[in-house]
T-cell receptor, first 110, second 114 residues
Framework: DAKTTQPTSMDCAEGRAANLPCNHSTISGNEYVYWYRQIHSQGPQYIIHGLKNNETNEMASLIITEDRKSSTLILPHATLRDTAVYYCIVRESGYSTLTFGKGTMLLVSP | DTEVTQTPKHLVMGMTNKKSLKCEQHMGHRAMYWYKQKAKKPPELMFVYSYEKLSINESVPSRFSPECPNSSLLNLHLHALQPEDSALYLC?????????????FGEGSRLTVL
């Protein structure tokens, strides 16, 4: 799997948008971008994934650059419960295991 | 039911003990996984089962022995562990039989080896 680079930590004020960047400059054409998060003492939770187009679901939006070398996860109105480690993972569409990098620790403050 | 249930939540064992971790899902998923997570580190893949057969073993020591008795259950048998094996053990499942798509994780079993 291609490697990803994420900031170690980020802060966000409650109610504001949280924008979490991810660099994946060596991504190949058949690799998707996945985002998971892990709240303290819980198992990881799937958030969203995409290939080329921007994606949105009830949790977040995923913006992928046209050259696919980077992406941004957007939590539109962060709450205290969004405090977690966020993992950006690139992964083939077929037979491919999920390999976690170091992730970004997002701290949402009142 | 979109849950993956792991028991026990906490386990303390000695280096000579034999214990087991259990994982259960009723989503009809045919791929199941064990991950190990040390403190302040990302989860690391240990094993993958596809259609109840072991398909991936990430060079895990033999003191960890996985078992998939049926499509809903996954066990991890522990024997002669070392203190450095203390970690959070996470079970996950995914639809279909291949390690692809969205993974659903349990809350984990926190293991302490004395």
């Amino acid at each position: 799997d291609a490697k990803t680079t994420q900031p170690t930590s980020m802060d966000c004020a409650e109610g504001r948008a949280a924008n979490l960047p991810c660099n994946h400059s060596t991504i190949s054409g058949n690799e998707y971008v996945y985002w998971y998060r892990q709240i303290h003492s819980q198992g990881p939770q799937y958030i969203i994934h995409g290939l080329k187009n921007n994606e949105t679901n009830e949790m977040a939006s995923l913006i992928i650059t046209e050259d696919r070398k980077s992406s941004t996860l957007i939590l539109p109105h962060a709450t205290l419960r969004d405090t977690a480690v966020y993992y950006c993972i690139v992964r083939e569409s077929g037979y491919s295991t999920l390999t976690f990098g170091k992730g970004t620790m997002l701290l949402v403050s009142p | 039911d979109t849950e993956v249930t792991q028991t026990p939540k906490h386990l303390v064992m000695g280096m000579t003990n034999k214990k087991s971790l259990k994982c259960e899902q009723h989503m009809g998923h045919r791929a199941m996984y064990w991950y190990k997570q040390k403190a302040k580190k990302p989860p690391e893949l240990m094993f993958v089962y596809s259609y109840e057969k072991l398909s991936i073993n990430e060079s895990v020591p033999s003191r960890f022995s996985p078992e998939c008795p049926n499509s809903s259950l996954l066990n991890l048998h522990l024997h002669a562990l070392q203190p450095e094996d203390s970690a959070l053990y996470l079970c996950a499942s995914s639809q279909g039989g291949l390690p692809t798509g969205e993974l659903f994780f349990g809350e984990g079993s926190r293991l302490t080896v004395l």
